[in-house]
């Protein structure tokens, strides 16, 4: 039996919205960092590894997957989402800007904000995807800085 993981990460260009040669960096390092460990479990494969589309339709984000002998599309509304991932990108611009200049006491409470605040994203995503796809902490943590970075606009 194969493992339960991702061996690929691709994203439908024409349904993200335009990025910056910055944002468009985020996404592929985002994807890099999922791809080089993970644990994905599609409810109903019975091994991977998959490859992973990610789209934007109709205000969801869709997981087309695909594997041996193993082909679903999840959509997930990304309503839930939205509060936290709008409040995850203001902090990380908050902890970039406390880089610039701030002492490192404040910017190691704007850093703890950010590692909670990703957390809580972790979890919220992990949670909406309880029973069509199993993943671990660290791979919902993963997974979440890749939405995060598709929310990123240009």
């Known amino acids: 039996m194969s493992e339960h993981r991702l061996s690929s990460v691709e994203l439908d260009a024409a349904t993200?919205?335009?990025?910056?040669a910055?944002?468009?960096?985020?996404?592929?390092?985002?994807?890099?960092?999922?791809?080089?460990?993970n644990s994905f479990?599609?409810?109903?494969?019975d091994g991977g590894p998959y490859a992973l589309k990610l789209s934007l339709l109709d205000g969801r984000l869709v997981f087309d997957i695909a594997g041996p002998e193993f082909a679903?599309?999840?959509?997930?509304?990304?309503?839930p989402l939205n509060k936290?991932?709008?409040?995850?990108?203001?902090?990380?611009?908050?902890y970039f800007e406390a880089l610039r200049g701030?002492?490192?006491?404040?910017?190691?409470?704007?850093?703890?904000?950010?590692?909670?605040?990703?957390?809580e994203g972790a979890e919220?995503?992990?949670?909406?995807?309880?029973?069509?796809?199993?993943?671990?902490?660290?791979?919902a943590r993963r997974l979440f800085t890749l939405v995060t970075a598709l929310y990123r606009r240009g």
Do not use: W
Request: hydrophobic content about 40%.
């Open 84 to 94: 936290v991932v709008k409040d995850y990108i203001a902090i990380c611009d908050s």
């Open 22 to 37: 910055e944002i468009e960096h985020e996404r592929r390092v985002a994807i890099f960092d999922l791809v080089e460990k």
């Open 72 to 79: 679903r599309a999840h959509g997930l509304s990304l309503n």
């Open 102 to 119: 701030t002492s490192p006491s404040q910017i190691e409470a704007v850093d703890m904000g950010r590692r909670g605040l990703h957390n």
């Open 124 to 139: 919220l995503l992990k949670a909406r995807l309880d029973g069509k796809i199993a993943v671990d902490h660290e791979t």
């Open 41 to 45: 479990e599609p409810a109903g494969a």
């Open 16 to 20: 993200l919205p335009a990025a910056t």
